[in-house]
């Protein structure tokens, strides 16, 4: 399918939109995963060659049950690490984190909470592109405007209601941003 997208549009990137599980490609990786299996495999599907970058998703509330922040951020610290080092030393392509969120359904769910989250994954996002990492952005699961609760799916993040939220955004932006300055 990769092919064929290249094939029709040469001017924009593809990737493949995956949570990043392991698969059979490095069975010895699936430790890595949340404790189950959904049948993808985060090494094989991106080494396809018409594939311009890796990506994961995060979702630990879901992914680690029942665990508390602190179980679920070191989660998030080895997934993103891991596949950092994947994505540069075993594929050989740039990574996103191009999903992630914390659910207001969860239990014990808070706007700090999901700060602190947002805010350790932007940290990690811009440690590595600091370095010259292969991992340059993040894109959180999802913004929407007031009055759009029918579409609700509790990893939203409404603007107008979340102002630290918008701190943390601006901040990850700003610094990104930095990056790019040519002095």
Same mark, same amino acid.
């Given at each position: 399918?990769?092919?064929?997208?290249?094939?029709?549009?040469?001017?924009?990137?593809?990737?493949?939109?995956?949570?990043?599980?392991?698969?059979?490609?490095?069975?010895?990786?699936?430790?890595?995963?949340?404790?189950?299996?959904?049948?993808?495999?985060?090494?094989?599907?991106?080494?396809?060659?018409?594939?311009?970058?890796?990506?994961?998703?995060?979702?630990?509330?879901?992914?680690?049950?029942?665990?508390?922040? =602190? $179980?679920?951020? @070191?989660?998030?610290?080895?997934? *993103?690490?891991?596949?950092?080092?994947? %994505?540069?030393?075993?594929?050989?392509?740039?990574?996103?984190?191009?999903?992630?969120?914390?659910?207001?359904?969860?239990?014990?769910?808070?706007?700090?909470?999901?700060?602190?989250?947002?805010?350790?994954?932007?940290?990690?996002?811009?440690?590595?592109?600091?370095?010259?990492?292969?991992?340059?952005?993040?894109?959180?699961?999802?913004?929407?405007?007031?009055?759009?609760?029918?579409?609700?799916?509790?990893? =939203? $993040?409404?603007? @107008?209601?979340?102002?630290?939220? *918008?701190?943390?955004?601006?901040?990850? %932006?700003?610094?990104?941003?930095?990056?790019?300055?040519?002095?």
């Amino acid at each position: 399918m990769s092919a064929y997208v290249k094939s029709i549009d040469t001017k924009h990137l593809v990737e493949v939109g995956m949570e990043g599980f392991y698969g059979e490609s490095m069975p010895e990786k699936k430790q890595n995963n949340p404790g189950y299996e959904v049948g993808t495999d985060f090494i094989a599907n991106n080494l396809v060659h018409h594939i311009d970058f890796t990506t994961i998703h995060l979702y630990p509330d879901q992914w680690v049950p029942g665990s508390n922040d =602190e $179980v679920q951020a @070191e989660f998030v610290h080895k997934w *993103i690490q891991t596949h950092i080092d994947d %994505s540069k030393s075993v594929i050989g392509k740039p990574i996103m984190v191009t999903e992630f969120g914390k659910s207001s359904r969860s239990s014990g769910y808070n706007v700090e909470a999901r700060d602190n989250y947002f805010s350790n994954i932007f940290n990690s996002v811009y440690s590595c592109a600091r370095t010259g990492g292969p991992c340059g952005g993040a894109l959180f699961w999802q913004v929407m405007a007031q009055g759009m609760g029918d579409w609700s799916d509790g990893y =939203e $993040v409404v603007l @107008e209601q979340s102002p630290s939220t *918008i701190g943390v955004i601006s901040q990850q %932006s700003r610094q990104i941003s930095s990056l790019n300055q040519i002095n």
